[in-house]
């Protein structure tokens, strides 16, 4: 569903070829290579800066209830402002709604951020409504530091642990129900498809400067974000696939072959965080799991060699998911 | 064209009666009545962020070339920065783009942007594209205030002067001449729809909170606009339709009876910045006038009585523009 490479023109070239000249290289963008950016206020006082949008029929089916809508303009951005380590301050909306709009749905779409304001202390700002042929909405949150430093995605270096929050894939089944591409009963099918309309971010922004040396969210599959952690150093990973989180009736799922790991492991938007750390932290980052009731579970070690390793065999590339955000 | 108001539900009953609650009432976001909002980082370091959406077919025609596109999304963005007493800093940029989407398009569209970053000196900061059915984009621009304060839409006092900057019903004319609602020669056309499509945002941000008790940018008509003013403390005006600043060639096509006054102040974008001021003021306003090469005329004064009084006689409500940003 969330396929916006669609276009002629991919999201990766119209942001090489038209849109980084327009950055003037200010390492507030930090060239348009990370989940957001940054404002400059002063040294000690940055505010990360992050912007998504969703789109009728493209990020959600046009029958999906309002709260989902809601729930996933928010979350995919509190994600990002969790993976720079920053927390969740306000927000501006922009909000495309077609003429068609109810009462109902603004009132399920208000009352379900309202929810999530209260739930991760953050306040609308301010914003802009337009009309539009189908809902398009677009989010630019804002997140403060704390006086913690920026987690950045080219910050990875070689023998550093990577680390995954939750578990991962649940998001990608709901998806795969959803489209009547696989079946289960009807327990495991509402299990899965409530994970695909309301992800839960996972929001340890706060401990992140005491723990990563890199970080990103999990919105375009685990391989092609952790690529992105990656590609700025030239570096590889090795990942143990084994010890990837995933709950027991997803790996029920994989076992019965209804959901292939290499697919799952290459899609679907589950707003965990995906991170690396030095190999010393371990017992720190293992209290801090444990304190914080969050799952944090090492998953493979970063390497002097270009490409991810699964039991000693590179990853071919069409296995890996690419979205850029800019 | 601009008609967002075609929506059963209007943007006003959309704000109040949905987003307000989310503001928690926090000022940073002025209840959602002023041009923007601010972030605040600390008391002498506020950012000022402003938040504009265009559609196609709604704020631009189809046929518009992507220059004008890209100068309407930004000068809208930049006038209401300037409106606050700001100074642009960076933007972040939410691209919504239909598959047809070519790269002349992008190239006309990125290089204007350019220009623009380049005269009024500021750097794509970052943004999202996603795939929609027709364009939609939406910029939230930060302004720096440089220690100076915010002008916000109700500082107005009683016997202030009210002023407005360069000519209005430019970008109106160019509109009535782009429909072929009206007509006149070929150099004429083409001098209002170039106004149209490429309105100049008036930048005097810097030096408003040197003479402004309160402001607002022409963006809905200039009746519209003021009553934003006047409606937070019950205020009037009183206007001297005359005084009003219009090109020549402008009061020539009203002359003709091809335009009526009372739409031209009704209507239209010009990005200008309508202001209050303390008349003790004024020598030091015509004195920045004439060193800024900026136009700057005293239109009216503020009076102790609601409604728009022109000629003595009250102002109905049905002449006047109504759009609320929030």
Request: proline share 2%; hydrophobic share 40%.
């Amino acid at each position: 569903m969330k396929n916006k490479n669609q276009q002629t023109l991919s999201e990766s070239f119209i942001i090489n070829n038209y849109l980084k000249k327009l950055n003037f290289r200010k390492k507030e963008s930090f060239n348009f290579e990370n989940d957001g950016a940054y404002l400059n206020i002063s040294q000690n006082n940055k505010i990360v800066v992050s912007n998504d949008t969703i789109v009728e029929g493209v990020d959600f089916f046009p029958i999906d209830n309002a709260d989902s809508v809601a729930h996933k303009i928010i979350c995919s951005n509190l994600s990002d402002i969790s993976s720079m380590g920053a927390t969740p301050y306000c927000f501006n909306l922009s909000l495309g709604l077609p003429k068609k709009i109810s009462k109902k749905w603004l009132n399920f779409f208000s009352s379900k951020i309202l929810k999530l304001q209260k739930k991760y202390k953050f306040f609308l700002l301010g914003g802009d409504i337009a009309q539009t042929k189908h809902i398009v909405i677009s989010a630019t949150f804002f997140g403060k530091l704390n006086n913690r430093r920026i987690i950045r995605r080219d910050g990875a270096k070689i023998n550093n642990d990577i680390w995954l929050t939750g578990n991962l894939g649940n998001s990608f089944a709901g998806l795969m129900f959803k489209k009547n591409i696989i079946k289960a009963n009807q327990s495991i099918k509402k299990f899965f498809i409530k994970k695909y309309l309301y992800p839960s971010p996972c929001m340890i922004g706060n401990k992140l400067g005491l723990i990563a040396t890199s970080a990103i969210d999990i919105s375009d599959g685990f391989y092609g974000d952790l690529d992105k952690l990656l590609l700025h150093k030239n570096l590889g990973a090795n990942i143990d696939v084994e010890s990837i989180p995933i709950l027991p009736k997803l790996k029920n799922l994989i076992r019965l072959h209804k959901i292939k790991i290499n697919k799952l492991l290459s899609s679907g938007d589950d707003y965990e965080i995906l991170f690396t750390s030095n190999p010393k932290k371990r017992n720190f980052i293992n209290a801090l799991s444990k304190k914080n009731k969050i799952n944090m579970t090492k998953v493979g070690t970063i390497i002097n060699k270009k490409g991810i390793y699964t039991d000693g065999k590179i990853l071919s590339l069409n296995k890996r998911s690419f979205q850029y955000n800019f």
